[in-house]
């Protein structure tokens, strides 16, 4: 413990030089505005920037692309909330409460809960990072196919209760998303599947972002339009005010929501460190969860600060955690990271397990440099809160172009295809005849994030237990994750069966009496 915490203090001696704390400043402005513009994200930000870092030493290189990579984080909120639109997918679960909140008056208190959630996210994961780097990463290890499939299986479960009471509703829209998630090539066979009569376009696949860009930038503004007309042309979002006392009210207010910070912070580090996992599935799971063990659930996608707080601490926690496997395996565990490992290669820095002897300096500066990347971001977020907010009060005739300028451009950046574009065109219609409908979107969304991963791992696990589903729960890992699937997939049913006897008794006691 003393040996950590001398390397952390020489890693900080590197991390505060005056190039390397520029770096830092620089990189989280950067990727606070690129997490923010629909379409970009983390991935392309660190790709786009990556040749910029030849003018700099190997860790001041990698340091920079770290803050925009945390930068990114916190900024992908910023559009989720103030326009509704997703920055990337890691923001998704972000809108279902932050947009509600800024439509009732209340941007500010969504975009303090997302930077200090974000901010409460990526300090926890960095302690993790830094005190339990080697026994993590070799849990990480022996996560194989059977304990990815379980671990799919429970976020499956925990949304079920997305739905609110109507279960089959959620089903429904949970096996919409898992057909989406399987256009395109058969990951085994490479036959074409459900193109849609030799449809070119869907031989890729349906890109995550283009649906979710469509269900709530494109579907929320033809609601918000219909809102606007029937409110006689008002903006509703006109009352939006930032003031220091609302800024008191607002952090006192976090203060209840601080097992919902810590159970999405763990939660979120725990998927990142997985291989190909990611922040997305990691949001995603945070919201389930969080509405599960919320003392109001009934609010959430209604305006419910913990369904703010929660994606967003665990979207920062794994964007750290991501960072394990590739700095001790070389396993890169997110996209992200993959193009720092290819920046880490092109320097000469070989990662893996001999790194944290052979290469002290890079290392130890690098965790350095999170701690000050994130105190850096909650900074530079929570102090343009004040510019985020101005935009809300353009009047909706400029910003419902502005929004659909941009849903256009989140589609079409991603695979730079027009059929993408009409495809979002059409999910935003979707997506809107589904709200009238009360249909939930997010388990839809869901699915198609986690269907690409499950399949695989589903497949692989039962060529590897010869067809058995026995696999699931006899290993040490997969079983009891797999039975606190079953159990949490089947409480509602429970729950129902019991109310309805329960209500079948009382008609019968009233009738005798």
């Given amino acids: 413990m003393v040996e950590i915490l001398g390397l952390l ?45 030849a003018l700099f030493p190997p860790t001041g290189a990698i340091i920079f692309l770290a803050a925009i990579y945390y930068g990114a984080m916190y900024g992908g909120a910023v559009s989720s909330i103030m326009l509704g639109i997703p920055g990337a997918s890691t923001a998704v679960a972000t809108t279902f409460d932050g947009r509600p909140l800024a439509k009732l008056g209340l941007a500010d208190k ?34 194989g196919s059977p304990e990815t499939f ?86 509703m979002m006109s009352e939006a005010t930032i003031t220091w006392e609302r800024t008191k009210k607002n952090l006192w207010e976090l203060l209840g929501t601080w097992k919902t910070m810590l159970m999405g912070s763990f939660l979120g580090y725990f998927v990142g460190i997985l291989p190909a996992a990611g922040a997305t599935p990691g949001s995603l799971m945070a919201y389930g969860i969080g509405k599960q063990i919320s003392k109001d659930p009934d609010t959430f996608g209604k305006g419910n600060i913990e369904g703010v707080v929660a994606p967003e601490a665990a979207n920062n926690a794994a964007s750290t955690g991501s960072m394990l496997p590739m700095l001790t395996l070389g396993i890169p565990g997110s996209p992200t990271t993959a193009i720092l490992l290819g920046g880490m290669v092109l320097w000469g820095l070989e990662p893996g397990p001999r790194l944290f002897t052979d290469q002290k300096e890079f290392v130890w500066g690098l965790m350095a440099s999170l701690y000050v990347a994130n ?139």
């Fill in 9 to 53: 203090f020489d890693g900080f001696a590197i991390a505060l030089q005056p190039t390397n704390l520029m770096l830092i400043v620089i990189g989280c402005t950067l990727g606070l505005f690129i997490g923010s513009m629909p379409g970009l994200g983390s991935v392309n930000g660190v790709a786009i920037l990556l040749p910029l870092t």
């Fill in 110 to 143: 969504a975009l303090t809960g997302a930077a200090v959630a974000s901010f409460v996210g990526g300090t926890i994961s960095v302690v993790l990072f830094t005190f339990f780097a080697p026994p993590l990463a070799h849990v990480a290890l022996v996560f």
């Fill in 150 to 235: 379980a671990l799919m299986m429970l976020a499956f479960a925990t949304f079920i209760g997305l739905g609110g009471d109507d279960i089959f509703k959620t089903f429904f829209s949970i096996c919409i998303g898992l057909v989406l998630s399987a256009v395109g090539l058969d990951i085994m066979s490479g036959e074409p599947r459900l193109i849609f009569g030799e449809i070119t376009g869907f031989l890729h696949g349906i890109n995550f972002l283009v649906l979710a860009i469509g269900i709530y930038g494109i579907g929320e503004m033809l609601w918000t339009i219909e809102e606007n007309v029937k409110a006689g042309g008002v903006n």
């Fill in 375 to 513: 105190l850096a971001a909650v900074i530079i977020n929570i102090v343009l809160i004040p510019a985020f907010i101005w935009v809300l009060k353009l009047p909706f005739t400029l910003l419902a172009p502005l929004i659909f300028v941009l849903c256009l451009i989140g589609g079409y950046a991603p695979t730079q295809d027009m059929h993408d574009v009409w495809l979002m065109l059409i999910f935003g219609i979707v997506g809107y005849l589904m709200r009238k409908l009360d249909y939930p979107l997010a388990p839809a969304v869901l699915a198609i994030v986690l269907g690409p991963l499950a399949e695989p791992a589903l497949r692989q696990s039962l060529l590897i237990g010869n067809g058995s589903f026995a696999i699931f729960f006899t290993r040490p890992y997969s079983g009891p994750i797999m039975v606190a699937a079953l159990l949490l997939l089947f409480l509602p049913l429970f729950n129902m069966g019991w109310k309805r006897m329960r209500a079948r008794n009382d008609s019968a006691g009233e009738w005798q009496g």
